[in-house]
Structure formats: structure tokens, C-alpha cells
């Protein structure tokens, strides 16, 4: 996977709770972006970072935020989790705009 | 696996034919288009990309066709082998986009032994 890891890879947690997700790459890219994927919807575009402390919204922002300290991390957080926000949630990360993006293994999360 | 799309359009080859996997894209200011894979439980993972100022662009047994005149993007697997089956997705990008690649639903290949 491009050398990208996200963590956790499964997560279940409780209508209500902060959930943060990781996204970690080893390339030196300078774009990362987090999507969710849903049946019948596809890959959706949730925020996007075009470099260290960078970051922009997509079009299903909404309840999420995210940070990039540094130019391999990049965290989507839920603040606070909803059932509709159970998704898998890609990471995904590209050297210029617009080229090849790669991506993560994905985050399978529930929210009960 | 999870499944990614439950009422995608499906194709169905048998194992050696070849396989073509058509996208209809939206914008016809799009210039840079790609193909991606996608397995079972995993991420998408790049196959070819094409520039509008392209009309066909090759890789290694996949052809990717760009017809501009009406928006239509197909992928060509040359001697479709079991591990083709996937759900295949095309991307568009355009500056109305704000750059940002824009998904396609996927189609879903089964490629029969």
C-alpha cells in the first residue's frame, strides 16, 4: 500500500464518543486526504491537507476535523460519533495535484 | 470481504477473454482521468491514469480509452486472469473540482474459471 499504514483498522465505539483516526505515510508526500466509503455512494472526499498545517474540507465534512503536524501524519477526528458515521474510512496520499493518489488499507469503524 | 457497492453493474468474463469496463464521467472540463482497483477488503489501488490531451494510453495487459466527445472513459484487460475480479473504479479530475479527484460508483468483475 504505497507505504501507508492507518490505525486503528477496526474500531467499534459509542454514539457520542471522540473517535481519531491515523493515517501515517513513509513516501514524503505532500497531499493527504481522508475519504469514507459507503455502499452506493463510493469514495466520498472528506478533508483533504496540502501540506503541514494545510488542510481543506471536502464535500462530506460535516462532524469531522483534522490536523497535520507533520507531513507524515495526518488524523481525521470524529468529534463526536454518530451511527451515520459508520463507514470505512481510506487514507490516501499523492506527490502533486493532480496525479496518482495511493491508498491505505482502510479503517473499518462502527458506531453503535 | 466487505462489500463496497451493493447494486454496482456487473461483468462477467470467463477466465482469458478479454474484459472492457466502461465510465461515463460528468465534466467535460476534466483533464486528467485514472482507474483503480479494488479487492475485498482493501484499499483501491491505482491502475493507469490518462491527460485529456491523450486518447489511449497502454500498461502492462490494460488499455485505457479516453473519448472526449462524449465523455466516456473505458478499460481494457487483455486475457482476463482470476485475480482481475474486483470492483473497478474511474476518477475524473478537473479544476472545477478544485483539483480533487471525484469517484465514480465501480464495476464489479467476476471473472469466471
Known amino acids: 500500500d504505497a507505504g501507508i499504514t492507518q490505525s486503528p483498522r477496526h474500531k467499534v465505539t459509542e454514539t457520542g464518543t471522540p473517535v481519531t483516526l491515523r493515517c501515517h505515510q513513509t513516501?514524503?508526500?505532500?497531499?493527504m486526504y481522508w475519504y469514507r466509503q459507503d455502499p452506493g455512494h463510493g469514495l466520498r472526499l472528506i478533508h483533504y491537507s496540502y501540506g503541514v498545517k494545510d488542510t481543506d474540507k471536502g464535500e462530506v465534512s460535516d462532524g469531522y476535523s483534522v490536523s497535520r503536524s507533520k507531513t507524515e501524519d495526518f488524523l481525521l477526528t470524529l468529534e463526536s460519533a454518530t451511527s451515520s458515521q459508520t463507514s470505512v474510512y481510506f487514507c490516501?496520499?499523492?506527490?502533486?495535484?493532480?496525479?496518482?493518489?495511493?491508498f491505505g488499507p482502510g479503517t473499518r469503524l462502527t458506531v453503535t | 470481504g466487505e462489500s463496497v457497492g451493493l447494486h454496482l453493474p456487473t461483468l462477467s468474463v470467463q477466465e482469458g477473454d478479454n474484459s472492457i469496463i466502461n465510465c461515463a464521467y460528468s465534466?467535460?472540463?476534466?483533464?486528467?482521468f485514472i482507474w483503480y482497483k479494488q479487492e475485498s477488503g482493501k484499499g483501491p489501488q491505482f491502475i493507469i491514469d490518462i491527460r485529456s490531451n491523450m486518447d489511449k494510453r497502454q500498461g502492462q495487459r490494460v488499455t485505457v480509452l479516453l473519448n472526449k466527445t462524449v465523455k466516456h472513459l473505458s478499460l481494457q484487460i487483455a486475457a482476463t486472469q482470476p485475480g482481475d475480479s474486483a470492483v473497478y473504479f474511474c476518477?475524473?479530475?478537473?479544476?472545477?473540482?478544485?483539483?480533487?479527484?471525484?469517484f465514480g460508483a465501480g464495476t464489479i468483475l467476476r471473472v469466471k474459471s
Open positions: 513516501e514524503n508526500h505532500r497531499y
Open positions: 490516501a496520499i499523492s506527490e502533486s495535484r493532480p496525479s496518482e493518489q495511493y
Open positions: 476518477a475524473e479530475n478537473s479544476s472545477e473540482y478544485g483539483n480533487k479527484l471525484v
Open positions: 465534466n467535460s472540463a476534466s483533464d486528467y
